[in-house]
């Protein structure tokens, strides 16, 4: 999305999505107001890309001053300018990977997935959720003694790794841009995934560590102390892969930062904010991202709202259906909320005739 209204710390540019379906709803309005309208991107947005009479009131003389500038697109501050990029793609496949060549998808400059864990029945093991209503009293719910998916104890490492070998860009010869690959893994399948990568051409990596609050393994707490890290690895075959630091060093070690507005869909649905982190660093706008065993499509949401375009393959048809439905349609929580509040009678459009 480009630039609108003044960039500062309150810009409102983070709920232009929900501006924009508001804008597409059949309310027959003459109208847009924006009673306190501060650095203008929402006024901004709506007087190009909508039908409305835009009205913006805001108590600093200097900000509708820019407003007037705005209408007549002389502001220093906001590009008009359409720049030409990349056309930015985001698939979601219900199929194996496996079956890549199918889709005569491009490579990717990072291949990036949260392998099976190899839990097998023991996927819910310290988990309240093993019991009814976490209630250990209760008994045990239809989570004790099952894997998370039915798939989870045939995920083919070997296959896994061909795949990423032959989906991953060659290295080019400039600096800072060669390919990496990034599993999510146990702890216990870290050194395994290392060794394994070295026959696959991958021969560098090293491990990345993310610190989280507190601990899923809530029946353990009693008992022991209790994991509250996740881990992963980064592989790449000879030179460093691209790196985007912005001059700051980059410590090995990420806070599992959670955003509770995107739905949760899966059980081991990673944080959207730390994909985005990881892809920020190994990648550019417009680069190619492709997620073999993509879940929730939470590395495909991450990617296009980062601007990079993004591949996944899903092989549950039921998880496919909902990742495309619920966390590919930028729209669908901005529904649902809207939804929501015309129930509880919180939000009204109003046709205000004030001709």
Not at 76 to 85: L, P, V
Not at 281 to 293: A, K, L, Q, R, S
Request: charged share 25%; aromatic share 14%.
């Amino acid at each position: 999305m480009k630039n609108y209204g003044i960039p500062y710390m309150g810009s409102k540019t983070k709920i232009l999505p929900l501006i924009h379906y508001l804008f597409e709803r059949e309310y027959k309005c003459k109208y847009f107001i924006d009673m306190f309208c501060g650095g203008l991107a929402v006024s901004h947005y709506a007087l190009e890309n909508s039908k409305f009479k835009v009205l913006a009131n805001d108590y600093n003389k200097y900000v509708i001053s820019l407003y007037e500038e705005i209408l007549y697109n002389k502001s220093k501050n906001i590009k008009g300018e359409k720049m030409q990029k990349k056309k930015i793609k985001t698939e979601l496949f219900n199929d194996n990977f496996q079956n890549y060549k199918r889709y005569q998808i491009p490579k990717a400059q990072l291949v990036i997935a949260d392998i099976p864990y190899n839990l097998g029945n023991n996927a819910y093991g310290s988990s309240p959720e093993w019991y009814i209503d976490g209630d250990n009293k209760k008994g045990e719910s239809d989570k004790a003694g099952k894997m998370f998916f039915h798939t989870d104890n045939n995920f083919n490492l070997a296959e896994y790794m061909h795949f990423c070998s032959k989906m991953l860009i060659p290295e080019p010869k400039e600096k800072n841009k060669a390919p990496a690959m990034i599993i999510f893994c146990s702890f216990e399948q870290m050194h395994n995934l290392q060794e394994l990568g070295k026959k696959y051409g991958f021969n560098n990596s090293y491990p990345i560590f993310f610190l989280k609050k507190s601990s899923p393994q809530v029946l353990k707490a009693n008992m022991r102390i209790v994991g509250a890290m996740e881990f992963a690895v980064v592989l790449y075959r000879n030179k460093l892969p691209k790196f985007n630091n912005n001059g700051k060093m980059i410590l090995n070690y990420f806070e599992w930062e959670r955003d509770n507005s995107y739905p949760k869909l899966h059980p081991t649905q990673k944080p959207i904010p730390v994909l985005k982190r990881l892809i920020e660093i190994f990648t550019d706008e417009g680069d190619v991202i492709i997620d073999p065993v993509a879940g929730s499509g939470t590395t495909l949401r991450a990617a296009k709202e980062l601007k990079r375009s993004c591949y996944g393959f899903e092989i549950m048809k039921k998880m496919c259906k909902e990742a495309q439905e619920k966390m590919l349609d930028l729209e669908y929580s901005y529904k649902k909320e809207i939804t929501e509040l015309e129930k509880n009678g919180q939000l009204s459009i109003f046709n205000f005739d004030l001709a």
